[in-house]
């Protein structure tokens, strides 16, 4: 089976945005969860005060700079690759990688019937890249 170099740049870059995607939506979610309820927050110090919180966290930064990165690559892939390929690769890349790292980053308890849906939305990526 021989891979062309087209192949090999259209999945690279769908790659790189669903791992951005990926790490933004995680890093996001992991400063939320130790910041706190934002209501909480906002009662506390006001809806400025919660914008501060949010906007303060290095972790909430991080994971928004992937986000913005992640736009940017999604604008390259799309520019070299199928709408009809690049959208659904990288979103079910992207569910997919988001289950593998809430389990393993966030430690969330992804049930059997999360994994089965990841299962198929693996199979939905293999049967549209053919």
């Given amino acids: 089976m021989m891979v062309h170099a087209s192949d090999l740049r259209a999945w ?28 909480d927050i906002r009662a506390r110090s006001g809806l400025k005060g919660a914008i501060r919180a949010v906007l303060t966290s290095p972790v909430f930064l991080a994971g928004a700079t992937c986000m913005a ?45 999360r994994w089965m849906a990841a299962l198929c939305v693996c199979v939905g990526v293999y049967l549209i890249s053919k």
Avoid: Q, W
């Avoid at 990926?22 to 969860?33: D, V, Y």
């Avoid at 690559?73 to 990688?97: E, M």
């Fill in 12 to 39: 690279s870059s769908i790659l790189v945005v669903a791992a951005l995607a990926i790490a933004g939506e995680c890093l996001i979610a992991a400063a939320m969860r130790r910041l706190g309820d934002l209501d």
């Fill in 69 to 113: 990165l992640n736009f940017f690559a999604l604008l390259f892939t799309l520019s070299a690759v199928d709408l009809s390929l690049a959208g659904p690769a990288s979103a079910s890349l992207t569910y997919v990688g988001n289950a593998v790292a809430a389990k393993l980053f966030l430690h969330e308890n992804v049930d059997r019937r």
